[in-house]
């Protein structure tokens, strides 16, 4: 069951349908950009003015000096899945390894994605 929901969430992150080559991260309030929470998988990322947060309380980012919205994080989660795919296909295939989570590093939040599996790291945002 849990596979089968990771790849549920990967083909959500992966839908780039509404998501143009010239987007430059907005602020997404646009109706397409749902994006499912990272962290716990099961909520909808908000969005309030340059914070991304999670009711789940595992999920928040705040980026006061960049332009990036949840078209970004959408577009940012799809790239780290197909990183994973590209670099280890056998793990790869449909995210199921990976696990995010915000740490902060140097002062700054970050989003990392992370496969025990593989030993995949990078940072998302």
Known sequence: ASLQHAIDAFERWNCRDGVSGD???GDGDDGDDDVLCPACLTRKVLANRHVLFCACGDFRL???DE???LRYLKTQLAAVFDAHAARVPACGRGGAGLA???RDAYGID???A???ACEFF???M
């Open 23 to 25: 987007d430059d991260g």
């Open 62 to 64: 705040a980026r006061r």
């Open 67 to 69: 332009n990036v919205g």
């Open 100 to 102: 995010f989570r915000v």
């Open 110 to 112: 970050a989003l990392y």
């Open 114 to 116: 992370q496969c025990a």
């Open 122 to 124: 990078e940072v998302v």
